[in-house]
């Protein structure tokens, strides 16, 4: 069973071709939407959004592969919404410590034994 998804495709370079760019990605999914980020000058701003119908494991393939497009590699991962970003991000600000005044000659394996 398919379904539709939002990619995002990220460290476009600037002379990216929307063409080229959904011809590649069609090989792992069928494209609905591709919308590559252009700047008000006619450049690519290095980010753009696919929205394709993928089965699981095809969506799989395609977020775990190694993607390069003109001599760079690709970000590619789900679309995350500002609130499911924002989830992460307060989780993540959540599981930090700040810790000072520690002695110069402290080594990585006697701060996790303090903090096990």
């Known amino acids: 069973m398919a379904n539709e998804r939002k990619i995002f495709i990220g460290c476009l370079p600037s002379d990216t071709d929307s063409e080229e760019i959904s011809k590649y990605f069609s090989k792992y999914c069928t494209i609905i939407n591709l919308e590559v980020k252009i700047r008000k000058n006619g450049v690519c701003a290095g980010f753009g959004h696919l929205v394709c119908e993928a089965s699981p494991g095809e969506l799989s393939v395609l977020l775990s592969n190694t ?9 590619v991962r789900e679309y995350l919404s500002e609130e499911e970003l924002n989830k992460i991000s307060d989780n993540l600000r959540r599981r930090r410590i700040h810790v000072s005044n520690l002695p110069e000659d402290i080594q990585d394996e006697d701060l996790s034994e303090m903090f096990k």
């Open 67 to 75: 993607h390069t497009y003109r001599g760079r590699n690709l970000e």
